[in-house]
């Protein structure tokens, strides 16, 4: 069992920044996939960025190239998302998950999911 628990999220203004980050228990952190997805009202949950388990593989949504940057540091069970240049339709709960023995971006293949932390542009 993994329990994964998101922080940073909040209100940043058009063109800002913000750091999430996502801290895990349980299980060998260092064993596992780990993604970042969001949800914004009204829509699915969609992929926004993946890491494999030692860092040296990452993977963006067309939306967030160039914008995003995901990390891990393992000895601190803990993965982050770096979002530059926000915009308004990056506005959802932003979630992160882990998976095993998995590399893609498919939700239904991540076991363990967050709670979730809101992230709002303004415009």
């Known amino acids: 069992q993994v329990q994964l628990v998101e922080s940073g999220g909040g209100l940043v203004q058009a063109g800002g920044s913000l750091r999430l980050a996502c801290t895990a228990s349980g299980r060998t952190f260092s064993s596992y996939l780990m993604g970042w997805f969001r949800q914004a009202p009204g829509k699915e949950r969609e992929f926004v960025a993946r890491?494999?388990?030692?860092?040296?593989?990452?993977s963006y949504a067309d939306s967030g190239k160039g914008r995003w940057t995901i990390s891990r540091d393992n000895a601190k069970n803990t993965v982050y998302l770096q979002m530059n240049k926000m915009q308004p339709e990056d506005t959802a709960l932003y979630y992160c998950?882990?998976?095993?023995?998995?590399?893609?971006?498919?939700?239904?293949?991540?076991?363990?999911w967050g709670q979730g932390t809101q992230v709002t542009v303004s415009s």
């Open positions: 998950a882990a998976a095993y023995r998995y590399d893609g971006s498919e939700p239904g293949k991540y076991a363990y």
């Open positions: 890491i494999d388990r030692v860092g040296g593989k990452k």
